[in-house]
T-cell receptor
């Protein structure tokens, strides 16, 4: 079982719709969770971090964490073509210290105008 | 600040040759990370340094890979000898110590092709 799993996609949504990106992780003791966006040929950039169960909102983005189900998601409201990118889920497992990060392989999102 | 600077941006080399990738972290960032990204395996942490000292190199795939950080403003990742399966994008990232991913800044990456 991979430590961090994401559906590779592509996930296609029409412009203006809600895009839902999902991630599961294997280390039940993980405490820190992050979503990164990566445009083709570019480096990853941090969108959001979440540490507690529940929802965290930032503009059009909402991160959701459910530690009991070992599940973290990212919702993008009012999706725009500029949101088309690969979204990486990152987790800091309980073991290895706060700097040892495990990334998922990413979900490619396509927003159709 | 110019951000994390990596060089070269692209490298094409023949199998068996030595490859050296370079990274200049953001001034004042005490932690430096080397990652490799491939389609199959995603973004993998290879090694990281705190205050120029290697802390964890368990992600380095083989003895052919080595990394150094001789001072606070420079790090290298060397592959010797290189193999086609080393083809990937290599990212360097830096952050202030104790900030974790919240403080990360990634460089633009080096795309390595070994033929």
């Amino acid at each position: 079982q991979k430590e961090v799993e994401q559906n590779s996609g592509p996930l296609s949504v029409p412009e203006g719709a809600i895009a839902s990106l999902n991630c599961t992780y294997s280390d039940r003791g993980s405490q820190s969770f992050f979503w990164y966006r990566q445009y083709s040929g570019k480096s990853p950039e941090l969108i959001m971090s979440i540490y507690s169960n529940g929802d965290k909102e930032d503009g059009r983005f909402t991160a959701q964490l459910n530690k009991a189900s070992q599940y973290v998601s990212l919702l993008i409201r009012d999706s725009q073509p500029s949101d088309s990118a690969t979204y990486l889920c990152a987790v800091i497992p309980r073991s290895g210290g706060y700097q040892k990060v495990t990334f998922g392989t990413g979900t490619k999102l396509q927003v159709i105008p | 600040d110019a951000g994390v600077i990596q060089s070269p941006r692209h490298e094409v080399t023949e199998m068996g040759q030595e490859v050296t990738l370079r990274c200049k972290p953001i001034s004042g960032h005490n932690s430096l990370f080397w990652y490799r990204q491939t389609m199959m395996r995603g973004l993998e942490l290879l090694i990281y340094f705190n205050n120029n000292v290697p802390i964890d190199d368990s992600g380095m795939p083989e003895d052919r890979f080595s990394a150094k950080m001789p001072n606070a403003s420079f790090s290298t990742l060397k592959i010797q000898p290189s193999e086609p399966r080393d083809s990937a994008v290599y990212f360097c990232a830096s952050s202030p110590l104790h900030r974790g991913l919240d403080g990360y800044t990634f460089g633009s990456g080096t795309r390595l092709t070994v033929v």
